[in-house]
């Protein structure tokens, strides 16, 4: 019974992950969490190296932080796998958002398709 109901729960996240990054949403979508899109650049600045260079250490920190929102965090290299032939990182993300008191923790797949850019898996 529990372990069915965990199963389910994680099938319904993957397929909101999955339906937001389609359509361009940030990929967090927890109710109440919301970046900026400024918030969202900054993120994707600081884990562009994760993507573009295989020689980044796993365990790699980089953290991020947009004065205007008050938000920031860490994205931390956690690994690097090949998933139906294409290769693909997992990164922890440890976000602070300037209006909630504890911190988020995410851990996000994403995989290079064809056309060279990067999904959720």
Not at 2 to 14: E, F, M, Q, Y
Not at 15 to 39: C, E, V
Not at 44 to 53: L, V
Not at 79 to 95: A, G, N
Request: proline share 5%; glycine share 6%; net charge positive.
């Amino acid at each position: 019974m529990i372990l069915a109901r965990i199963l389910g729960t994680i099938a319904v996240t993957a397929l909101l992950l999955s339906a937001a990054a389609a359509q361009g949403i940030n990929p967090f979508g927890r109710a109440g969490f919301s970046l900026t899109k400024t918030d969202v650049a900054t993120l994707e600045a600081a884990t562009r190296p994760f993507f573009e260079d295989d020689t980044v250490p796993l365990g790699t920190a980089r953290a991020w932080s947009n004065p205007d929102s008050g938000n920031a965090g860490t994205a931390t290299l956690v690994s690097r796998f090949e998933y139906k032939k294409m290769p693909c990182r997992r990164i922890q993300h440890d976000i602070k958002l300037a209006k909630v008191a504890d911190p988020y923790h995410f851990v996000i797949d994403r995989c290079q398709v064809a056309d060279g850019s990067w999904k959720l898996l």
